[in-house]
């Protein structure tokens, strides 16, 4: 089968969501299929280009000009289709719909180019709660146009959700893990047993992540710290800081950025204990599959989140915390840790079944059948 990846932004070396879309393909590859990756790229002079692998098939230029036309202009895409006898066009959905990607997804259909779009997150709508006058334009124009993109779509790929969603087949995937590049992380349970928690978020920071109800938390609990990586939204960034600073834990709460590498395998060594999602209801879900639980457990580490997710729910090395507003209970968490009797080893060897060459073999043996 030969598959086109197509995903409508460039792709950045520290971001997770980029190294998810490589293993994805990876995935693809591994069982059988022949791939090339659709994406923009921006050269060092700023000029705009999508390309097809390494063959560049449309420059936009620079600028305003060039901002417009990737976002009204597909016709590259549908082109690159036709004359690569795709069978099947992968896309991420970037919450895009709208009347120029409703024309690709008609183009495509006419050509007899079979479509799988993957929505990372459903329900999406909450998730634009407090991002902006611009954002919330990007979903209002959404809402009115989905129905019609998903009219000429194959199949819908989920990680959670309903078995049909705008009259499109599911095929329902987790997150998965690419083995090759997560290192396990030799964790010593000894320093948990001392009772000092050594908390890690990786994450790219909104509401729904809740870091304010640990850090409320982590003020009636001396023995621990939080390390902070990734970006996101600044202002909530910020409120993390200020917080710290109020409950005067300032020294304990650190705030690191965006790491990838060795810089951030030496946080993943230093951590004994991983958080997750803590603010899921926020923006309206109750179960979802993240990517960073799988990465977590792939390290070898312990952790929690307030979250459903199904594929650890019930998991030894997880301790599941309140999906509300609360302060979490921080020496509950130390008590959990102190207690667990599970080597990063075993914890690693549990997720074996969420590699991503068997996630996306599920994609391939659907469309394959229908």
């Not at 790229?41 to 097809?52: F, L």
């Not at 202009?73 to 992968?90: C, H, N, Q, T």
């Not at 349970?189 to 982590?218: C, E, P, T």
Request: net charge neutral; hydrophobic share 40%.
């Amino acid at each position: 089968m030969k598959v086109m990846f197509l995903v409508f932004h460039s792709l950045a070396a520290h971001s997770g969501i980029s190294k998810k879309i490589l293993a994805q393909i990876e995935g693809f590859r591994q069982n059988g299929a022949d791939v090339a990756f659709c994406r923009l790229v921006v050269d060092e002079d700023g000029i705009k280009r999508r390309v097809v692998d390494d063959k560049t098939i449309c420059s936009f230029g620079r600028g305003l000009w060039a901002k417009l036309r990737k976002r009204l202009d597909y016709s590259d895409i549908v082109r690159a289709a036709v004359e690569g006898d795709f069978d099947l066009v992968y896309i991420r959905y970037d919450i895009n719909a709208d009347p120029f990607t409703v024309r690709l997804m008609k183009q495509l259909h006419r050509k007899g180019i079979r479509t799988a779009v993957e929505i990372p997150t459903w329900p999406y709508d909450g998730e634009f709660k407090g991002q902006g006058l611009m954002m919330n334009l990007q979903l209002a124009i959404d809402k009115l146009f989905r129905r019609r993109f998903f009219s000429y779509c194959g199949n819908v790929v989920l990680y959670s959700g309903p078995d049909v969603l705008f009259g499109c087949p599911v095929v329902r995937i987790s997150n998965g893990v690419d083995f090759a590049k997560v290192p396990l992380s030799a964790v010593e349970q000894r320093d948990a047993r001392k009772g000092f928690l050594k908390l890690l978020s990786v994450a790219n920071i909104h509401l729904w992540h809740g870091l304010d109800r640990l850090i409320r938390g982590m003020a009636d609990f001396p023995e621990c710290e939080l390390h902070i990586v990734g970006d996101g939204v600044q202002e909530i960034i910020d409120s993390y800081r200020k917080m710290a600073v109020d409950f005067g834990i300032q020294d304990r709460v650190r705030i690191l950025g965006p790491l990838y590498g060795d810089a951030l395998d030496r946080e993943f060594e230093w951590a004994n204990l991983a958080v997750g999602s803590l603010g899921r209801h926020r923006s309206g879900i109750s179960s979802i599959k993240t990517l960073k639980n799988r990465e977590y457990a792939a390290r070898g580490l312990a952790f929690f989140y307030s979250e459903e997710d199904e594929d650890f729910d019930n998991a030894p090395y997880v301790f599941k915390v309140p999906a509300d507003e609360s302060p979490i209970d921080v020496k509950a968490l130390s008590e959990f840790l102190s207690a667990l009797d599970m080597s990063p080893e075993q914890i690693r060897g549990s997720v074996q079944h969420l590699s991503w060459t068997e996630q996306m073999g599920k994609v391939i043996r659907t469309v394959s059948r229908e």
